[in-house]
């Protein structure tokens, strides 16, 4: 009876951890496999069409807010816009939103990480980096504002998520 319990045991736990992470889909990055936070992405033409930098309509501006890195690659960044969640970011993926000029304030949060914020004075584009750094013991969040040609750098290489703005 013994044996068959730990038979048993041993079954349940080899299943347990065969079975993916709720919320994440096949990946990957640096030629490693592994799973990733899954988020809605766009199809290529709209993606092509925010990797190309297209001017907004008249009277607005793009945000483009980039999760260049693969750290932390299981975990959701959540995107705020003046306080509304706008978007979910995953590892190498990017968001373009559509904004009126003025101050906005950003705030990109993720799960057991504090938030990284900034104030972005919208005029016809502007481009956000949005980083995780993993420490020994710590993982540490950061933004900053890059430039287009930074932003064209990068760019390619991401997804397009979509954002709750569409």
Known sequence: MGKCLCVAGLALLASACATPAPDTVACTILQQSGRCAAVPVHDDAHEDEARRQVAAPEGFGYLYV?????????????????????????????????????????????????AARATVDMKAEAYLEYRLAERFFATQSGMSEVDRARAAALLPRLDLVVSRQE
């Open 66 to 114: 980039a999760r260049p890195y693969a750290q932390q690659r299981s975990v959701k960044a959540r995107v705020y816009l003046d306080g509304a969640l706008v978007a979910e970011l995953g590892p190498q993926s990017f968001a373009r939103l559509k904004l009126r000029p003025g101050l906005h304030a950003v705030e990109v949060a993720a799960d057991g990480v504090a």
